[in-house]
């Protein structure tokens, strides 16, 4: 049973940066279209950013410039570095499969944009 974990929020000012990571021991990460999403309060979760097997990108409006998706194909992690961070990106994070049949939702970690 593929099991993601999701790790790396945390508390920041606005226009802090942090970094997410999402590792899963069972699949590999280049093999797919992976993505990060995301669930503010009171939402249904949403669709951040999204990295194909072949390293294209593509990002929801609200992130471009400021949220950049990679993956570390030896270690098998996914990122998502948050620059210039908002109160409105204060959410839960996930990571899954952008499409199909995905992966059980890991708990998500939770970014909080506060002054």
């Known amino acids: 049973q593929v099991q993601l974990v999701e790790s790396g929020g945390g508390t920041v000012q606005p226009g802090g940066s942090l970094t997410l990571s999402c590792e899963a021991s069972?699949?590999?990460?280049?093999?797919?279209?992976m993505a990060w999403f995301r669930q503010l309060p009171g939402n249904e979760r949403e669709y951040v950013a999204r990295?194909?097997?072949?390293?294209?990108?593509t990002y929801i409006d609200s992130v471009k410039g400021r949220f950049t998706i990679s993956r570390d194909d030896a270690r098998n992690i996914l990122y998502l570095q948050m620059n210039s961070l908002k109160p409105d990106d204060t959410a839960i994070y996930y990571c899954?499969?952008?499409?199909?049949?995905?992966?059980?939702w890991g708990q998500g970690t939770q970014v909080t944009v506060s002054s």
């Open positions: 069972t699949i590999i990460f280049r093999l797919n279209t």
């Open positions: 990295l194909t097997p072949r390293g294209s990108t």
């Open positions: 899954n499969k952008f499409d199909g049949d995905r992966w059980s």
